[in-house]
């Protein structure tokens, strides 16, 4: 990267670590493919709670289940969105019959399978605009 900037590796290093100081860069690390685990379903599942006030319970409930990679609180039809993984479809539905709808407070699911991922980012950094983005001091 260094190169590429025309820049010395120190002062990538210190401006990258600005930027872990400054809360832009939250973590680092490795991306693991799921299939070469056994994981061959990436599947979506909207969740209707009883009440929009149980999300912190539920969600304390969803997070001891290991194939829920995320959950979202939203709006819309669902008040929470999750991804798993499921090895096939009759993991699946034996995550969401007998673990996620026996939730107390989970009244329905809807379940959406995705076929083939084609776009993967972490945030649209190219669209910003260069007075929005944060300011980086050099040390000269």
Do not use: W
């Not at 809807?110 to 776009?119: A, F, R, V």
């Amino acid at each position: 990267m260094a190169a590429e900037c025309g820049v010395s590796r120190a002062a990538i290093h210190q401006r990258v670590q600005r930027l872990i100081d400054m809360g832009v860069i939250i973590g680092s690390g490795y991306h693991v493919n799921p299939v070469s685990l056994g994981y061959n379903t990436c599947t979506y599942v909207g969740i209707t709670l009883e009440r929009g006030s149980m999300y912190e319970s539920v969600c304390a409930e969803l997070s001891k289940i290991q194939e829920i990679v995320e959950c979202h609180f939203t709006t819309g039809p669902y008040t929470m969105l999750v991804k798993l993984y499921a090895r096939d479809n009759s993991h699946l539905m034996e995550l969401l019959n007998n673990r996620m709808q026996a939730i107390p407070g989970v009244i329905a699911t809807e379940t959406l399978i995705s076929l083939k991922q084609s776009i993967k980012k972490e945030v649209p950094i190219g669209g910003i605009r260069k007075e929005e983005a944060p300011k980086i001091e050099s040390e000269s």
